[in-house]
């Protein structure tokens, strides 16, 4: 659940940082999704920013599942509409 905390540009500047490719939106239940796109390593490295959350946040969980690779987001990683 996230709210007022800046989550989605943090997770898209850490994406970019990272050279990952994707999106990150809000969920209608205050969750937040991330679409990402990148090696085993790189998101590991994702994962851990994305636990620690940017100043102010307190994180409680994050999910992992595989997904397949989507070429619509393979030259950027956005900000997207909320679902």
Do not use: K, W
């Not at 800046?6 to 205050?30: K, M, S």
Request: no cysteine; proline share 5%.
């Amino acid at each position: 659940m996230v709210q007022g905390v800046g989550f989605r540009y943090f997770t898209q500047d850490a994406a970019e940082e990272l050279r990952i490719t994707g999106y990150v939106r809000n969920l209608r239940d205050g969750r937040v999704e991330v679409f990402a796109m990148g090696t085993p390593h790189q998101h590991a490295q994702l994962r851990t920013l994305l636990e620690r959350g940017p100043r102010f946040s307190s994180v409680s969980e994050v999910q992992e599942e595989d997904s397949v690779p989507d070429s619509e987001f393979a030259n950027g990683f956005l900000i997207a509409p909320s679902a």
